[in-house]
């Protein structure tokens, strides 16, 4: 970049009177625009990670430690059978441990997808009050603290088809990383909220590992995560100590938080959801999807989407503030015990109590209200209406992030949802961040409360 360009970023991520963004400063130029952003995120990240509270005076060669949280379904996830029964004589009961996601084969006849979904599906304990593995099943996250269970779902895809954080993962390592050291992963499952057995071991597992890192290191960690793992690591910051959180953690980088939930819920929940898999019924899996914690913490929130109807059949309309007449209708019979037990547990959209970099996407045509036919709810919406987002978080779910003081908001345009953690320029902003965030900000800077880089 020229003197004059670099001039220029300079000023626009600085101004506190004619703040604008970066994507009107920037040039034509492609490797100018991703520097331009990448210099941008430097100055407006690093006055909040070095906070009185979270400086960071350790050699700028030490590496600062990484934690990723996954999204959902963003975890490979083991099981072991011993099953008392199995829904089809060709499901097996008994087998030693194998991967029960993902493996893209069970998805492929409706004969297997059938077995599968039993085995992964979660069950009500009326004595407990909680659900549970499906009786026999054994289920467990491989390699917590590394990164090979969210880096590839499905390793055994040729063209590494199932990517998911490897693109991310290979440019950290190129910069001296290692996995399972300074670069450490918090895969987990996905199926549960915070709120129950498996979430608080999660909890605590998440807890003990950023602790690790800070005594490995000598330096507090960045928490990185996307999707429902956002929701996961907010929830866990909101019930850390502000002591412990400036020991242990330097910085929050969100990427595509569902904070407000996700109006697709609707349909999985109703009507059950192949997500594009073609060669899945939705009708199949629709029971399974119904026992997820996960997917009732992600219903859209009534202090973000209100009152608005977002489900309209032939009888009836259904808003945000009416699940427990929609768990009904739908004759999903544990929905409002589920709900209610989750509902709450983001507390009211607390700020997380460490410097954050929010980073989310629009411009995709993402799902936001649903007319069903006549055959409701075992058919598919009739009609789907669309607003802005990145195609599965609504804009305003997403946003829900500029409510906390402080925080640094990066809007990426046109990027998909799982695609954001695969962006080039998300990717080099990271880089960027990292490469940085160990010195003092310049004489003068501070980071503009909720200010925007618009990709």
């Not at 996905?190 to 890192?213: C, H, I, N, W």
């Not at 929050?252 to 904070?259: D, E, I, L, N």
Request: net charge neutral; charged share 20%; with cysteine.
């Amino acid at each position: 970049l020229g003197a004059s360009t670099r001039l220029g970023c300079w000023l626009v991520a600085i101004s506190a009177h004619d703040y604008t963004t970066l994507a009107d400063a920037a040039p034509a130029n492609m490797r100018a625009r991703r520097a331009c952003l990448c210099f941008g995120l430097v100055v407006v990240l690093v006055a909040g990670l070095t906070t009185d509270n979270h400086k960071l005076n350790a050699p700028r060669s030490a590496l600062m430690p990484i934690v990723i949280v996954p999204g959902t379904g963003g975890s490979q996830l083991e099981a072991r059978l011993d099953k008392p029964s199995s829904p089809h004589w060709w499901c097996a009961r008994q087998a030693d441990w194998f991967r029960l996601w993902l493996d893209t084969k069970e998805l492929l006849l409706d004969a297997l997808t059938q077995c599968w979904a039993d085995n992964i599906r979660l069950m009500w304990n009326e004595t407990a009050g909680a659900m549970q593995n499906a009786p026999g099943v054994e289920t467990r996250t491989p390699d917590f603290g590394g990164v090979s269970a969210f880096s590839e779902l499905d390793p055994s895809l040729p063209l590494h088809a199932s990517s998911y954080f490897r693109d991310l993962i290979a440019a950290l390592e190129a910069r001296g990383y290692v996995a399972g050291s300074s670069l450490l992963g918090a895969p987990y499952d996905f199926r549960y909220a915070p709120s129950s057995k498996v979430g608080r071991r999660f909890t605590a597992d998440l807890r003990a590992l950023l602790e690790r890192a800070r005594e490995a290191s000598g330096r507090p960690a960045l928490l990185l995560a996307h999707s429902y793992g956002c929701l996961l690591s907010l929830h866990f910051l909101q019930g850390q100590s502000a002591a412990w959180k400036a020991k242990h953690v330097a910085g929050f980088v969100s990427a595509g938080g569902p904070y407000g939930g996700s109006a697709h819920e609707l349909v999985v929940l109703a009507s059950g959801s192949n997500e594009g898999v073609a060669t899945v019924h939705p009708l199949t899996i629709r029971h399974e999807q119904r026992t997820y914690e996960s997917n009732h913490l992600m219903l859209p929130s009534p202090a973000v989407f209100g009152a608005a109807p977002l489900v309209t059949t032939p009888e009836r309309t259904y808003a945000p503030t009416q699940y427990a007449d929609f768990f009904a209708d739908i004759g999903w019979r544990h929905g409002a015990q589920v709900y209610g037990q989750v509902r709450s547990l983001l507390r009211g959209f607390a700020p997380p109590g460490v410097p954050t970099h929010c980073v989310y996407a629009v411009g995709q045509r993402t799902e936001r209200n649903y007319t069903y036919g006549r055959g409701w709810p075992d058919a598919q919406p009739e009609r789907v209406g669309h607003g802005d987002g990145d195609g599965t978080v609504n804009v305003e779910s997403a946003e829900v992030c500029r409510r906390w003081p402080g925080t640094n908001v990066t809007v990426l345009r046109g990027v998909a949802h799982m695609d954001i953690v695969k962006d080039g320029d998300f990717i080099a902003a990271v880089e960027a961040l990292l490469a940085d965030v160990g010195a003092p900000p310049a004489e003068g800077v501070r980071a503009e409360r909720g200010s925007e880089i618009a990709v």
